[in-house]
């Protein structure tokens, strides 16, 4: 868009600059042209055209040239990112809580080919503490084995950025019956000193529509280490939010 803007202007101002030469220059110069003569509503008429002719033609060249990006500025793309909370699974010898976060379009057009990843991955052992350990650049989350997903119009989408595990018996999972762990997906498993507890800052970038759009998001999970398969429990010890 920023293009046609520029485009525009400088078509502006040499149409501006043409006007101003017109005006200025000395008379004499055009004496073959009968400046006497009265111009005819005919005559008028015919200029008013030609100039919305011009005009026109001059809207069809931007248009042919900038097209998609005009039209995707005018059907542009409203997504919304909330947290949607823990999720407990068990499964095989194992209990996991899942963190989710639901995509939502709430415009009147589809939002195709979204793709989440990672831009960097925060942590420390309390808020005040917290460090770069890693970059992502090009590290995608998975929408259940799938890059990218569509959005359709009023439509939402839900995604799982990490999981928290815990070994137990796959049918009673008991307390404390291993150390606890979360992993985030898109990225290697983290050291075991800071995969156990801790304060994580993650930020993401989410792109659609073939990767010409794009917004980063935040996420920041707060947590002693402490394990319960109680979720109401569980989330007391265990703090997740979108920045």
């Known amino acids: 868009m920023k293009k046609v803007l520029k485009f525009l202007l400088l078509?502006?101002?040499?149409?501006?600059?043409?006007?101003?030469?017109?005006?200025?220059v000395p008379v004499r110069l055009f004496n073959s042209i009968d400046h006497s003569a009265t111009v005819s509503n005919w005559d008028v008429f015919y200029y008013i055209v030609s100039f919305f002719?011009?005009?026109?033609?001059f809207i069809a060249i931007v248009v042919a040239l900038w097209k998609e990006d005009i039209l995707r500025r005018l059907r542009k793309v409203k997504l919304k990112i909330d947290i949607q909370g823990l999720e407990l699974s068990y499964t095989n010898s194992e209990s996991r809580y899942f963190g989710k976060i639901v995509v939502s379009n709430s415009s009147k057009y589809l939002a195709s080919n979204c793709k989440i990843t990672i831009k960097a991955l925060h942590y420390g052992r309390?808020?005040?503490?917290?460090?770069t350990i890693h970059f992502g650049g090009t590290l995608v989350v998975k929408w259940n084995g799938d890059d990218c997903r569509n959005i359709v119009p009023g439509g939402q989408q839900s995604?799982?950025?990490?999981?928290?595990?815990?070994?137990?018996?796959?049918?009673t999972p008991q307390e404390n019956s291993g150390a606890p762990v979360i992993d985030f997906w898109g990225v290697s498993p983290l050291p075991t000193e800071q995969r156990s507890n801790g304060c994580w800052i993650v930020d993401y970038c989410i792109s659609y529509n073939n990767d010409t759009v794009i917004e980063d998001f935040s996420i920041q999970i707060q947590w002693n280490g402490q394990w319960n398969s109680k979720k109401k429990e569980f989330e007391k010890v265990f703090k997740f939010k979108k920045l």
């Open 53 to 57: 002719g011009v005009i026109g033609t």
């Open 126 to 131: 309390f808020e005040d503490e917290v460090e």
């Open 11 to 24: 078509a502006i101002l040499f149409l501006s600059i043409g006007y101003l030469i017109g005006r200025k």
């Open 159 to 171: 995604l799982s950025l990490f999981c928290i595990k815990q070994s137990g018996d796959d049918t």
